[in-house]
């Protein structure tokens, strides 16, 4: 058996293809980000009100900084940090209630998309190579499906660990303990702005991240042999907890800091050192601790942020 993938997770054969796939309509995805979608476009302004909106900043702040950013993808996908179990199922139940997929499901999306764009050549879908909107629908209302796709194997801590078996199976059902509070505590308001504004601004903003951040945008590392690179998107590094620094974070993905260079505003990271200062974050991976890759080139200061320069500067 030979294989050809660098991830844990994904096990490529010889034969596995990731250029040939059909893009097909997904009901439940597109019903659900539709739904939410609708939802605050027809009744937000009818019930827009202060508190709910601040509601929505606050909700929207702490499940993707301490949810998604640091808790499903830089502990459960990268595992660039160690912690407490405790902690860890905070954060990636908080992750969840971001809105778009349960753990397994998220790390499998990653982690495809992650061997994908590694490769000499990939499906659109994976480099988000469509125009604006055609991939705003593919992404947010479609699934790609592979002629021949490679095999995705968790590892045992995470697929037989029962709390995650079940987040993966209610992860949309999670958002209906916390409509029921709001409703209780601010009425329809709360409803409107704490989960559905929420989950359909958080969900598309992930979007809107990806999109550009595989597209362009500044750069000062290029990946030899991968056929898509990361952009950093500026003007998203603060509302995205730092996950816009997207050329970084394809230059080390093992690492726990994603803004690494000056000025580059990570809030991701803070909240790792915020758990660090208080004993519940320890074994910490930032890109001096990573091994060297034969493949990362940086990218001279001219070239940064122009991707035809910085593939004229990459060795053959």
Not at 61 to 82: K, P, Y
Not at 181 to 210: D, K, N, S, Y
Not at 217 to 229: D, H, I, R
Request: proline share 6%; glycine share 12%.
């Amino acid at each position: 058996m030979q294989l050809v993938s660098g991830s844990e997770r994904i096990i490529a054969h010889a034969n596995c293809d990731p250029v040939q796939g059909t893009v097909h309509w997904a009901p439940i995805k597109s019903v659900w980000i539709g739904s939410m979608t609708t939802a605050v476009l027809l009744l937000g302004p009818i019930y827009f009100s202060w508190t709910a909106f601040l509601l929505f900043l606050a909700g929207s702040g702490i499940t993707l900084c301490a949810g998604h950013s640091v808790g499903m993808h830089r502990r459960l996908i990268h595992n660039s940090f160690e912690c407490p179990l405790w902690l860890e199922y905070v954060c990636v139940y908080l992750g969840v209630l971001v809105g778009m997929a349960g753990p397994i499901g998220m790390i499998r999306l990653h982690d495809m998309r992650d061997w994908a764009q590694r490769q000499p050549a990939c499906h659109g879908y994976f480099s988000h190579e469509s125009g604006f909107w055609r991939d705003g629908w593919h992404q947010l209302h479609c699934r790609l499906d592979l002629g021949s796709p490679p095999e995705f194997r968790p590892e045992p801590r995470l697929a037989n660990d029962r709390f995650y078996r079940w987040l993966e199976q209610t992860w949309m059902a999670q958002q209906i303990p916390w409509a029921v509070l709001f409703l209780a505590l601010g009425g329809v308001p709360w409803l409107i702005w704490g989960v559905c504004a929420r989950v359909a601004v958080c969900v598309t903003g992930h979007w809107l991240v990806g999109h550009y951040a595989h597209r362009e945008g500044g750069q000062t590392w290029v990946v030899s042999g991968a056929c898509v690179q990361g952009y950093d998107v500026k003007i998203a590094g603060l509302i995205s907890m730092g996950e816009s620094w997207h050329n970084n974070h394809h230059a080390f993905p093992g690492s726990a800091k994603l803004g690494i260079e000056p000025g580059q505003i990570d809030l991701g990271w803070a909240l790792i050192l915020g758990f660090q200062r208080f004993g519940l974050a320890w074994a910490i991976v930032t890109p001096d601790r990573l091994p060297d890759r034969p493949a990362l080139v940086r990218v001279a200061e001219r070239g940064r942020g122009c991707p035809l320069l910085a593939r004229l500067l990459t060795p053959a």
